[in-house]
Structures are given as structure tokens and as C-alpha cells.
């Protein structure tokens, strides 16, 4: 059993940076991959980034350049450095850890003012 946990959002103006991170538990070493999800009011869930077992990342076009996952001791912490932020990054921002299925974390809200 994995459990997720988000942790770092919060209100930021424009322009600014936030880091999210997300504490994995249980058994880590059954998970593929983790990612990063946001979903806003009205919208549905997307990836936003992606790092696997093997280190290769992935991003969604419209934060590619302006955040950067990165994890600590396999998978035990992922994180989310976010910077050059804009209004329309504003969600809530999900972790979850791929192994055959997702488990979820329970989210973490990110506001950015314009």
C-alpha cells in the first residue's frame, strides 16, 4: 500500500515561485512513476509533470520552461519547483504515484493573483 501526501501551495502573485512537495509512504518501491495533476474549477484533471523509476520527465506544454519536478531519495519526497507563475495556473494541484494503479494524494490548493 502507497499513501501520498501534497504539501506547499498557497497565494502568490504573479511572476512569483512556489514548491510543492509530496511525501510518499508504504511500499515506494512498487511505484512506476509519479506525477503532478492540477485541476481548476470548471476543468478537468491534467498532467502537469511526470519523472519515472528511470528519471526521464515529462511536462505539459503550457508549464514546460517554468516548472521543474524533482524527487529526494527515490521516491520517498517528489517535488514541484514552480516559477514564473500566472493567474491561469491557479488549481489545485494533485500528487499521485503510478503502480499498475494511482493512488492519489488529497491536494493541495495554488492561487496566483494577477
Known amino acids: 500500500q502507497v499513501r501520498v501526501v501534497e504539501s506547499g501551495g498557497g497565494l502568490v502573485q504573479a511572476g512569483g515561485s512556489l514548491r510543492l512537495s509530496c511525501a510518499a509512504s508504504g511500499s515506494i518501491f512498487t511505484i512506476d512513476a509519479m506525477g503532478w495533476y492540477r485541476q481548476a474549477p470548471g476543468k478537468q484533471r491534467e498532467l502537469v509533470a511526470l519523472i519515472t523509476s528511470g528519471g526521464t520527465t515529462n511536462y505539459a506544454d503550457s508549464v514546460l520552461g517554468r516548472f521543474t519536478i524533482s524527487r529526494e531519495n527515490v521516491w520517498k519526497t517528489v517535488y514541484l519547483q514552480m516559477n514564473s507563475l500566472k493567474p491561469e495556473d491557479t488549481a489545485v494541484y494533485f500528487c499521485?504515484?503510478?503502480?499498475?494503479?494511482?493512488?492519489w494524494g488529497q491536494g493541495t490548493q495554488v492561487t496566483v493573483s494577477s
Open positions: 499521485a504515484a503510478h503502480r499498475g494503479i494511482v493512488v
